[in-house]
């Protein structure tokens, strides 16, 4: 079946302008987490979702970045204002969200703020 | 809270020769640990994983991990590499209740010489 999408699968944007990053789970996943892949800092949880809740919203940066999720289903993450240093690769994943269930990953954003 | 680390960054090794990629971790309470590899240019994908029972978990590639409570660690192994095993590999753990978050190492790269 089909896995997780993301989209754009690259995003190239001024310092200072807003933008959206889109992750299609795998349907009937509840679970869903946003991370960040960067050189300086690895691969960091940003924000998970059960069904359009999102308990654990530990891992965001800064108040620039929120995060939604519609329906159980599609998720937008959102950095205003971005800045030089938000330059990474935003990875979402769903699970079943069972305990121990596996997350699969989609293939990435590329974020570059120039 | 919890923290992984793979103290090797970089490993090379030759073709046919066995490795070992290590990982430990530290956590107050009882997890889930994993092992994630990324090949280049391609997402995170699930190499295997340790939920409970036999300490000894095995992939389909080969590949193998020892969980050891007492060192907390799950070092991943393989007796004969292949060219094709080239990748970064990531340990990661996460929490059995609450959120079911990852929190990653740093990853190793894996690179497989002829």
């Known amino acids: 079946g089909a896995g997780v999408s993301q989209s754009p699968s690259n995003k190239v944007t001024e310092k200072g302008k807003d933008v959206e990053l889109r992750c299609d789970p795998i349907s009937g996943h509840t679970a869903l987490y946003w991370y960040r892949q960067s050189l300086g800092q690895g691969l960091e949880f940003l924000i998970y979702f059960q069904g359009n809740s999102a308990p654990d919203k530990s891992g965001l940066p800064s108040d620039r970045f929120s995060a939604e999720r519609t329906g159980g289903s599609v998720s937008t993450l959102t950095i205003q204002r971005t800045q030089q240093e938000d330059s990474a690769v935003y990875l979402c994943a769903s699970s079943l969200a069972g305990s121990g269930d596996t997350q699969y990953f989609g293939p990435g954003t590329r974020l570059t703020v120039l | 809270a919890q923290s992984v680390t793979q103290l090797d960054s970089q490993v090379p090794v030759f073709e046919e020769a066995p490795v070992e990629l290590r990982c430990n971790y530290s956590?107050?309470?009882?997890?889930?640990l994993f092992w994630y590899v990324q090949y280049p240019n391609q997402g995170l994908q699930l190499l295997l994983k340790y939920l409970s029972g036999s300490t000894l978990v095995e992939s389909i590639n080969g590949f193998e991990a020892e969980f050891n409570k007492s060192q907390t660690s799950f070092h991943l192994r393989k007796p004969s590499v292949h060219i094709s095993d080239t990748a970064e590999y990531f340990c990661?753990?996460?929490?059995?209740?609450?959120?079911?978050?990852?929190?990653f190492g740093t990853g190793t790269r894996l690179k497989v010489l002829a």
């Open positions: 956590s107050s309470v009882s997890v889930y």
């Open positions: 990661a753990v996460s929490d059995r209740s609450g959120t079911y978050k990852y929190i």
